[in-house]
Protein backbone atom coordinates (compact mmCIF):
# COMPACT_ATOMS: atom_id res chain seq x y z
CA UNK A 1 0.00 0.00 0.00
CA UNK A 2 1.38 3.11 -0.86
CA UNK A 3 0.23 6.50 1.25
CA UNK A 4 0.67 9.86 0.27
CA UNK A 5 2.39 12.31 1.80
CA UNK A 6 4.20 15.47 2.25
CA UNK A 7 7.12 16.54 5.10
CA UNK A 8 8.41 19.75 5.56
CA UNK A 9 11.30 20.82 7.53
CA UNK A 10 12.41 23.88 8.79
CA UNK A 11 14.91 24.53 10.76
CA UNK A 12 17.06 27.42 12.20
CA UNK A 13 20.24 25.47 12.68
CA UNK A 14 22.78 26.36 9.95
CA UNK A 15 23.91 23.59 7.50
CA UNK A 16 27.25 22.10 8.71
CA UNK A 17 27.31 23.70 12.60
CA UNK A 18 28.20 19.80 13.53
CA UNK A 19 25.54 19.41 15.98
CA UNK A 20 23.78 16.42 14.56
CA UNK A 21 20.61 18.05 12.96
CA UNK A 22 21.17 15.33 9.98
CA UNK A 23 21.08 12.52 12.15
CA UNK A 24 18.31 13.75 14.34
CA UNK A 25 16.06 14.47 11.41
CA UNK A 26 16.79 11.03 10.01
CA UNK A 27 15.78 9.29 13.16
CA UNK A 28 12.60 11.46 13.49
CA UNK A 29 11.53 10.40 9.70
CA UNK A 30 12.61 6.85 10.25
CA UNK A 31 10.71 6.27 13.76
CA UNK A 32 7.76 8.30 12.16
CA UNK A 33 7.57 6.50 8.59
CA UNK A 34 7.97 2.95 10.79
CA UNK A 35 4.99 4.26 12.72
CA UNK A 36 3.05 4.70 9.77
CA UNK A 37 3.83 1.39 8.25
CA UNK A 38 3.11 -0.06 11.34
CA UNK A 39 -0.54 1.43 11.36
CA UNK A 40 -1.13 0.71 7.22
CA UNK A 41 -0.21 -2.57 8.15
CA UNK A 42 -2.84 -3.47 10.52
CA UNK A 43 -0.19 -3.99 13.53
CA UNK A 44 -1.37 -4.46 17.27
CA UNK A 45 1.35 -2.56 19.05
CA UNK A 46 1.67 1.36 18.84
CA UNK A 47 5.44 1.42 18.50
CA UNK A 48 4.74 5.26 19.04
CA UNK A 49 4.49 4.80 22.61
CA UNK A 50 6.13 1.49 23.05
CA UNK A 51 9.38 1.73 20.74
CA UNK A 52 10.63 -2.27 22.08
CA UNK A 53 14.26 -2.39 21.22
CA UNK A 54 14.13 -4.34 17.82
CA UNK A 55 12.43 -0.97 16.34
CA UNK A 56 14.58 1.07 17.88
CA UNK A 57 17.51 -0.95 16.27
CA UNK A 58 15.95 -0.61 12.85
CA UNK A 59 15.25 3.18 13.57
CA UNK A 60 18.75 3.86 14.35
CA UNK A 61 20.16 1.09 10.87
CA UNK A 62 17.96 3.70 8.56
CA UNK A 63 18.91 6.70 10.20
CA UNK A 64 22.89 6.02 9.46
CA UNK A 65 21.85 4.88 6.06
CA UNK A 66 20.42 8.22 5.23
CA UNK A 67 23.76 9.51 7.42
CA UNK A 68 25.20 7.81 5.03
CA UNK A 69 23.60 9.24 1.61
CA UNK A 70 24.22 12.83 2.83
CA UNK A 71 27.65 12.66 4.52
CA UNK A 72 29.22 9.02 2.80
CA UNK A 73 30.96 7.92 5.54
CA UNK A 74 29.71 9.13 8.90
CA UNK A 75 30.96 7.41 12.40
CA UNK A 76 27.56 6.33 13.51
CA UNK A 77 27.49 8.35 16.69
CA UNK A 78 25.42 11.22 15.44
CA UNK A 79 22.22 8.34 14.44
CA UNK A 80 23.04 6.35 17.84
CA UNK A 81 22.80 9.26 20.01
CA UNK A 82 19.53 10.59 18.54
CA UNK A 83 17.86 7.55 18.90
CA UNK A 84 18.63 5.96 21.95
CA UNK A 85 19.68 9.48 23.76
CA UNK A 86 21.59 10.37 27.17
CA UNK A 87 25.31 10.28 27.58
CA UNK A 88 26.88 7.65 25.87
CA UNK A 89 30.58 5.99 24.85
CA UNK A 90 30.76 5.34 21.23
CA UNK A 91 34.00 3.34 20.35
CA UNK A 92 34.27 1.36 17.36
CA UNK A 93 30.77 0.98 16.22
CA UNK A 94 29.60 0.16 19.86
CA UNK A 95 27.16 2.38 22.03
CA UNK A 96 27.33 2.16 25.88
CA UNK A 97 25.22 4.21 27.92
CA UNK A 98 27.06 6.78 30.42
CA UNK A 99 25.41 7.40 34.22
CA UNK A 100 26.60 10.41 35.27
CA UNK A 101 26.18 11.81 38.82
CA UNK A 102 26.10 15.09 38.43
CA UNK A 103 24.51 17.60 35.64
CA UNK A 104 26.13 19.06 32.70
CA UNK A 105 25.81 22.54 31.67
CA UNK A 106 26.25 23.10 28.17
CA UNK A 107 26.41 26.16 26.46
CA UNK A 108 25.91 26.32 22.53
CA UNK A 109 26.80 28.94 20.53
CA UNK A 110 27.19 29.57 16.61
Known amino acids: ????MEITVESEIPLGAGLGSSAALSVCLASGLMGVLHQVQGAAEDIF???QEVHRR???DFAFLSE???HGTPSGIDN???TYGGVCRFRQGSLNPVNLNTK???LLVN
Open 49 to 51: NNL
Open 1 to 4: DVVP
Open 80 to 82: SIS
Open 58 to 60: EVC
Open 104 to 106: LRI
Open 68 to 70: KIL
